[in-house]
């Protein structure tokens, strides 16, 4: 499988997760792959290590998506390492725990900083870097308001937001071939437990009793949409919403 073969992806969030998900599978289809975190260098030398092993390519770089200086050092490293980009995955939002009535002011403002604001710089610099070329986008988001990890809060303005720029970037850049989907994935599932800390103990078996009929997802799942949304059979694809609900909406 070499479907994104010569291309160079840089997915934000992938020490973990769904964005580790997508940096592995991107690298076993043949992208070169950055492995952005933002505090978890470990997580992100596994990600990078287990890429490397089965022989793709990759890096790990850290940074603050949300701070102008950190976004430009990322992009300088990339074009250092790797003289190009093809993809951009954003996955960099916070995945908080939390219920509402415990979530601080900061936390709010963090969360949407990272998520719209922080994706809207990648997105400017990652169409500045695709050129005559073109390239995709997929940005992440939440499906109906439902959040990806039992008990975390939903940002429905951020994920309408997002929808809005994805629609938008699709309509302003279509002619120089940029391609921009959104993915809204539902519950993952339980069989991934390790990536995601707040499926334990009672949080995880309220969540999976109050949704006993649902379909959750995995992470391989979900980077398999990303793939196609990204190789080159798929140049036909901007401004779509993938939603990935099973029996959730």
């Not at 290590?49 to 976004?71: L, T």
Request: net charge negative.
């Amino acid at each position: 499988m070499t479907r994104l073969a010569g291309k160079v992806a840089l997915v934000t969030g992938a020490a973990d997760g769904i964005g580790a998900g997508i940096a592995r599978r991107f690298g076993a289809e043949g992208a070169a792959v950055i492995v952005h975190h933002a505090d978890d260098p470990r997580g992100a030398a596994r990600v990078v290590a287990e890429i490397v092993w089965r022989g793709g390519r990759a890096i790990a770089v850290q940074g603050d998506i949300a701070r102008w200086p950190d976004v430009r050092r990322l992009y300088e490293e990339i074009t250092a390492t790797f003289g190009r980009l093809d993809i951009l995955v954003n996955n960099g939002a916070l995945a908080r725990s939390e219920v509402a009535d415990v979530v601080s002011e900061d936390e709010l403002h963090r969360q949407r900083e990272l998520k719209v604001f922080g994706a809207m710089l990648l997105c400017q610099e990652a169409v500045r870097m695709f050129g005559v070329a073109g390239g995709s986008i997929v940005n992440l988001t939440a499906l109906d308001g439902i959040p990806t990890a039992p008990a975390s809060m939903p940002d429905p303005g951020a994920d309408a937001a997002i929808d809005a720029m994805t629609r938008g970037l699709s309509r302003a850049y279509g002619t120089r071939n940029v391609r921009v989907s959104t993915i809204a994935p539902g519950m993952l599932g339980p069989e991934e437990p390790a990536a995601i800390d707040v499926l334990d103990g009672s949080v995880r078996n309220r969540q999976f009793i109050a949704l006993p009929a649902a379909r959750n997802h995995t992470t391989e799942g979900i980077a398999d949409i990303a793939v196609a949304l990204t190789c080159d059979d798929s140049a036909d694809r901007s401004g779509r919403d993938i939603m990935v609900a099973g029996a959730m909406r």
